[in-house]
Each structure stands twice: as C-alpha cells, then as structure tokens.
C-alpha cells in the first residue's frame, strides 16, 4: 500500500528538516496553490476529497470550512486557523507521531488549511508534555519562514500568514474546540454554548476553524494530488489512509498508516501480532476511551466511520484499546470514568456531580461492595448523563460509552462482581 | 497608609526584567492583555518551578486583570503548579493503556522507592510525583515523563535504574 501520511517517517532516522521533506516532494502543494488555485479553488478539491476529521467526530472537512465567511461576507480583522495538536484521549498515540518525525507536513497542511479560509494568523496548539514536537515544530517554523513559505507574501503569491506554536498547561477538555478557543484566549477552559459556531466567532470573536493534526497532514497531498487519487485510497466508503493504532496486551502493539476501511481483524492480527500469548480478545475499544465497547463478534467490521457507527460505536481517533480476558472489565471501566470524572471542566452539573457519581458506584463494586441495584443506578446515570442536551459538551456522553456497552456485553461481570463480594479477575485464578 | 499602595510598592520588584519582557513579547499577537495569562504563568513558572501568591499577583498586575480571575485560570491548568515542587516533577500516566499494562504497580513500585505518593515531593527535593492525562505514548504502555523526558515500557527494573540514588523518602 502506499504511504502517504507517513512517507517521511522513519522513527530510527529522526525528523525530517526541511531539505529532506521538500526532496520527498514536500512544499508542492503549496507550490502548486500559490501558483494559480484560489482558496476556493482548493477549498473545493478538500470537499471533493471526502475528507473527515480525523480528531475524532469524523466531521467532512470540507463542509466545517464552508461555514466560515470569504470575501465581502467577512468583516474586516483577522481569521484563524488553529491546529488541534492536544492529543489526549486515553489511548490515543497518533498526533505525536506525524508532530515528531514530520512537522513540515503539519506545517504545509496548515498554510493550505488557513488559504483556503482567509486566515491570516495560525495557532499549533500543542500539549505541553508533546516536549520533542514543540521543538522540532519550532525549529520547523523557523525553517519556513527563512524560505518565505510564512510571512509577507508566501511564495510571491501575496499571501500573508503568520504561525505560533502554542504549548498547552494541560487538561484533556482542552480537545473540545471550544473549550480549546477559550484556552488560547487565557481563559479557563470551560467549553462555550454553540452557536455561535467557531467558524462565524471562535477565537476572539473571529472566524475560526480548528482542525486536528492528522485532518491537516492529508491536506498538502489532497491539493497536490487531487480528490479522486484521495477516495482512490480508501478500501471501503470512507476516503484516504488512516493511522490505525492498536495498544493493550497484544504482541506488537503500534500504530500503522493503513488504508481507510481496513478491516478491525487485520489490524489486530497482522499488524498488532494478535493477543499476548495465553490471552483471549475480550472486547475493544475502537477509537479512544470514550467509545464503545465492540466483541470478537466485530472483528470482521471495515474500520470506516459509518460501518464502526451502526455497530453501535464510533471509530474516534481510529487507536483501538484492547481488552483480553484476563483483564476486569469493570476496573477498565472505572479507569476511564475515574479519568472523565477527573478531567471534567466542572461547568455542567451532569458531568461535575454526575461523573463522580458513576466512578463511586463502580468502586463500590469493583471493591466488593456492590449491590444488585447498583446496576439500576448505572443505567440512570448512563441515560440521564449519556444523553446529549442535558450536558454542556460531549465529555460527559463520551464518558457513559464505554460504560453503557460494558454493562451490555459484559454484565455478567458486573453481577459476579456483585454476587461474589469481591473481584473476580483479582484473586489470580481470572475468568 | 492604604494595604493597596503598600502591595504595589512590593510588587513592583517580583518579575524580572527578562520575566516583563518575555510576557511583553506573547502580547504582540494578541489582543487583550489578559489573553496572555497562561503564557505569562509558563514564563514565571519556567525559572522558578512554581508559582507564587506573590508571582501570581505581580502578573495580574501587569496583565491589568485581577489575581482572583487569574488564579482562577491558574488552578484550572494542571501543569501549572501553585505549590513548590521538586527539581523534577514526575508525570506518571494511569490512564487506560498503561493500567492494562499494569501502571498501578509501577507506581506503588515509585512510591514505595521515593517515599511520596501522589502530589508529594521527595524530601530531597528531588522529585514531585503527579498523574497525568494519556500521554499518547499507549504502544510503548506504561509510561511516564521524569522532567522533559518521556520513559516508556516501564518495570520494576527501569523504575530501580532510573531511581537507583533514591533517597530515603519523606513528604510535604
């Protein structure tokens, strides 16, 4: 299969500076738009693309950027663009990769990104524990803008966009783009109500988008290689290549640039190696910590958003978490609500008291303290707190979806939890 | 005699020069000087460890914001601290690839070398031990970051290497 989003990338090599990438063919899609593309000349080729964001929501790209206001329907001042470079999602170890070993492709991604919407003013805000991709995104920009691919006049196209990296002090709420507007403004942050969408007035009241890194990265080969080579690349009916990731206790657990719909089996048996040996698969989940559970009964599901969606799931950030059979079910459980309930902004009532609620009711059970109707309580939060509307953002429904499919496909360990006063996989002998 | 006036008199002289001017320079691109908050605590935080009361008053100050607004902003952050820490801090990852890979362990194994547990510092100074939020390194689980340096695929071994000085453990 062809390479796209990690052509570059050879983790034993280290990052690829400027030379390296512009001698890979780097730089020609922004060559290719500074010579005689419109912003809506390549605004329709993304469009065309199929490309959905990579972040998580599988948002169409092209579609998110059509709401922010061109030309005469503009006030005057700024646009943004900012890079969603805060990965955090338990589980998810793709945006550290295309930072540290690829950060021109970032970089191109974004100056075509922000072209294509008018901005003038771009942010990379990244996590400040992401140490090494900070500093080589640095050392990056600066490479950029000594060649006058940043600044006045990109290329003598005229063009004029300026580029920051801004290292984040934390908080996984921060990857919600509003919350994340917020955090760039010097704020806490606290998601906002929508609408107003970012798009129309996100950062500083001006037009905003905020795409994740790996949405970005296809971006400069979208341009510079067309819509129809990009759907090309996909095995299923989602378009392009995806970072697939797979950890837990498999033999080779990693994360590998695979075409999109690859089926849930080849990632876990020919890429992750399958299980660790005297290990059953249990049940994973597809995309992150805050989607659901799927079985051994999805292995054969194309890892495409609306195929992993009607299986009751979502594919999020495509890095699945593996469990096996002689992991608890519930203590993996209580792991994420632990995390959401932690890393909850507070705003909302549902999320602030309703999560620590959950995580207690799992202790309790976990610890051998549960009760039969411990269950009921379980279902009550999970309908109240995983609908959305009663909560301010999605933090909170994301926390319920590995809870609600856990109680589903795993109830049984729930109960014997429960009936038996303690925790099964805890006294060695396991399931 | 107004308290007001004798706090401004202090303030005055808490940031450095090159503290100012490195704040200054974020406000280039940014509207309002309040926008600048996280990055005038990093700035602070970066030299010193930490960020006092006294700090965190002199840069409300000059970001012409309250201290009440920032300390809001300050304690919301996780990776600005508001209490001292040790030379290093630890961000140990509990999150849910490395507790599958046994996370809970290693650091009870740290705990039980250093002598601290969670939100405590070495009485050595060396070290603050911290959670922290997935550190996006899930293949190479568990994982942590000693200071700027990220260590994977740990076990008791890596844990007793890296540690191997460790002193005799205390709280604060």
Not at chain 1, 89 to 103: A, C, Q
Not at chain 2, 28 to 42: C, F, Q, R, T, W
Request: charged share 25%; glycine share 12%; with cysteine.
């Amino acid at each position: 299969m062809e390479k796209v989003l990690t052509r570059n990338i050879v983790p034993d090599k280290g990052p690829t500076d400027m030379v390296a990438y512009e001698a890979n063919g780097g730089y020609s899609g922004l060559r290719k738009a500074m010579s005689g593309m419109s912003p809506d000349d390549c605004r329709e080729v993304v469009s065309q693309s199929n490309l959905r964001g990579r972040g998580g929501a599988g948002f169409p790209t092209g579609m998110k950027w059509s709401f922010v206001p061109m030309g005469d329907k503009c006030t005057p001042g700024h646009k943004y663009l900012v890079c969603n470079a805060d990965e955090m999602e338990p589980g998810t170890f793709k945006d550290r990769l295309l930072m540290e070993y690829d950060p021109h492709q970032l970089i191109e991604g974004m100056i075509l990104s922000a072209y294509c919407i008018g901005a003038d003013l771009s942010y990379i805000f990244i996590r400040g524990e992401y140490v090494v991709a900070i500093e080589r995104l640095r050392e990056a920009l600066a490479e950029c803008y000594a060649k006058g691919y940043l600044g006045e006049n990109i290329m003598g196209s005229g063009y004029k966009l300026d580029m920051y990296v801004h290292p984040s002090a934390g908080r996984y709420i921060c990857g919600e783009e509003t919350a994340l507007i917020n955090a760039l403004e010097g704020k806490r942050a606290n998601p906002r109500a929508k609408p107003p969408f970012p798009q129309v007035s996100g950062l500083w009241g001006r037009p905003t988008i905020v795409n994740n890194v790996e949405t970005l990265c296809n971006i400069p080969h979208i341009i510079d290689r067309g819509a129809d080579w990009f759907k090309g690349l996909g095995v299923g009916e989602d378009a392009g290549t995806k970072l697939f990731g797979v950890s837990g206790r498999v033999k080779n657990p990693g994360c590998w640039e695979l075409p999109m719909g690859t089926p849930v089996r080849e990632i876990l048996e020919n890429h992750a190696g399958g299980m660790q040996d005297g290990l059953q698969l249990k049940g994973f989940l597809p995309g992150g910590g805050s989607t659901d559970f799927l079985t051994q009964d999805h292995l054969d599901l194309a890892m495409d958003y609306n195929v992993i969606g009607k299986a009751g799931s979502r594919m999020g950030t495509g890095t699945m978490i593996i469990l096996d059979d002689q992991t608890c079910p519930v203590g993996m459980v209580l792991n994420l609500i632990r995390f959401f309930a932690h890393e909850s902004c507070g705003f909302c009532t549902p999320c602030r008291d309703g999560l620590p609620w959950s995580r207690q009711v799992l202790e309790d059970i976990e610890n051998g303290r549960g009760k039969a109707e411990d269950l009921d309580t379980l279902e009550y939060q999970i309908n109240y707190i995983g609908a959305i509307g009663n909560t301010h953002c999605a933090l909170a429904p994301g926390a319920m979806e590995p809870l609600q499919s856990a109680l589903k496909y795993f109830r049984e360990d729930f109960e014997r939890h429960i009936s038996g006063g303690r925790c099964p996989y805890h006294s060695g002998v396991g399931a | 005699m107004s308290d007001t006036r004798i706090i401004q008199t202090d303030l005055s002289s808490v940031l450095t020069v090159e503290e100012i001017a490195e704040i200054d320079h974020e406000l280039v691109h940014i509207p309002y000087k309040s926008g600048a908050a996280i990055d005038a605590l990093k700035i602070v935080q970066k030299a010193r460890g930490w960020v006092s009361d006294e700090c965190l008053q002199a840069i409300a100050k000059h970001l012409e914001m309250s201290s009440e607004e920032l300390e809001g902003v300050a304690t919301f952050y996780n990776l600005i601290y508001r209490r001292p820490v040790g030379d290093k801090v630890i961000l140990f990852c509990d999150s849910v690839s490395c507790w599958i890979n046994g996370c809970d362990d290693i650091k009870q194994a740290i705990s039980d070398k250093l002598g601290v547990d969670y939100g405590e510092t070495t009485n050595d100074n060396a070290y603050t031990l911290l959670p922290v939020p997935c550190l996006g390194a899930c293949d190479r689980a568990p994982v942590m970051m000693v200071g700027d340096e990220l260590v994977t695929n740990l076990n008791n071994e890596v844990v007793e290497t890296l540690f191997a000085s460790g002193k005799s453990g205390g709280k604060q």
